[in-house]
């Protein structure tokens, strides 16, 4: 199988990527801004891997795709909590883009495209928990909103070009390879400033409920998705429960037995009160999910950490 990754120098591409080389049937092109950003995967010396450096931007050579037969979008250049900031620049960068993209999928005849979207921002404030994906989807950020676009875009193709598609509508992963900097990942990020003794900052009063899910967990599901033969193409994957930020604090300290240094500050209008997927469409086809605890997935990011960022 010929697979291509987009965006693959990230959290999640990194990890797709070390899952997806285990078979040797797999031959993989990885794409992503800088070479240099893949310093983690060359680490591994992996035989079935290619390496390549991409604009990921509308003109980018979109050559690469020839011969491909999977396609993994993994391509964004905002996170929820800013992308309000810069409406117009971000819907040119990812949404444009991926107009683009899926052009020259149908151009090269790509058999799949798999879109990483997101649980936790297309569905908005107005739905009932846990959420499924037939609920409502009214962004309130502009990085739902395109994520939404994108998802809309492939609906699209399939219906003009038969472009065949997944949709992830992926929770909050941590883990491994994710960078502990405070703009995405609650866990990794209070589990790495716990580790070195650092305050935590808190937005609101902790009450915000969330779905975490860890890398691998995630990374199990998106690949049986993707191989998958079933009549859906939207998929939500998470823990299937929501934990509020108080209470994950509260698991980090016992799981890491370190007492925590927070400090709570103003809510931002971009966080949504409560947010969990309901994965049941998932485990219908696919099986029973079955996550790892929260506590299990914080002790194997902790020594992670320690062996790798301390």
């Not at 900031?85 to 790509?110: E, Q, R, W």
């Not at 998802?151 to 219906?159: A, C, R, S, T, V």
Request: hydrophobic residues 35%.
């Amino acid at each position: 199988m010929n697979i291509l990754i987009l965006g693959a120098a990230g959290f999640i591409g990194t990890n797709l990527t070390l899952e997806l080389s285990k078979s040797k049937d797999n031959k993989l092109t990885l794409a992503d801004r800088k070479k240099e950003w893949f310093r983690n995967i060359k680490e591994y010396n992996l035989s079935n891997i290619k390496i390549e450096e991409s604009s990921l931007d509308i003109y980018m050579d979109f050559g690469i795709l020839e011969g491909q037969d999977i396609i993994y979008h993994l391509v964004s250049t905002n996170v929820p909590t800013t992308s309000n900031k810069h409406i117009s620049l971000d819907i040119k960068a990812n949404v444009l883009f991926s107009a683009y993209l899926f052009d020259a999928c149908v151009k090269y005849g790509v058999k799949k495209v798999v879109f990483i979207s997101s649980g936790g921002t297309v569905y908005g404030k107005e739905v009932t928990c846990p959420i499924s994906e037939d609920s409502p989807t009214n962004p309130i950020t502009s990085y739902g909103l395109q994520k939404l676009s994108i998802e809309k875009l492939l609906y699209l193709y399939n219906y003009m070009y038969r472009l065949d598609y997944r949709i992830i509508r992926l929770a909050n992963p941590y883990g491994p390879y994710q960078r502990p900097n405070g703009v995405l990942g609650a866990v990794t990020t209070f589990t790495y400033k716990a580790l070195k003794r650092e305050k935590v900052v808190v937005y609101g009063d902790g009450s915000v409920i969330r779905d975490f899910i860890y890398i691998d967990d995630a990374i199990n599901a998106i690949i049986k998705i993707t191989n998958g033969n079933n009549n859906h193409h939207v998929f939500n994957i998470g823990c299937g429960y929501g934990t509020s930020i108080n209470k994950l604090l509260e698991i980090v300290e016992a799981s890491l037995e370190i007492e925590m240094d927070i400090e709570y500050r103003e809510g931002r209008t971009v966080d949504v009160p409560m947010n969990y997927l309901d994965i049941s469409r998932y485990e219908r086809y696919y099986g029973a999910l079955n996550p790892i605890s929260l506590e299990e997935g914080i002790k194997r990011t902790a020594i992670f950490m320690k062996e790798e960022l301390l």
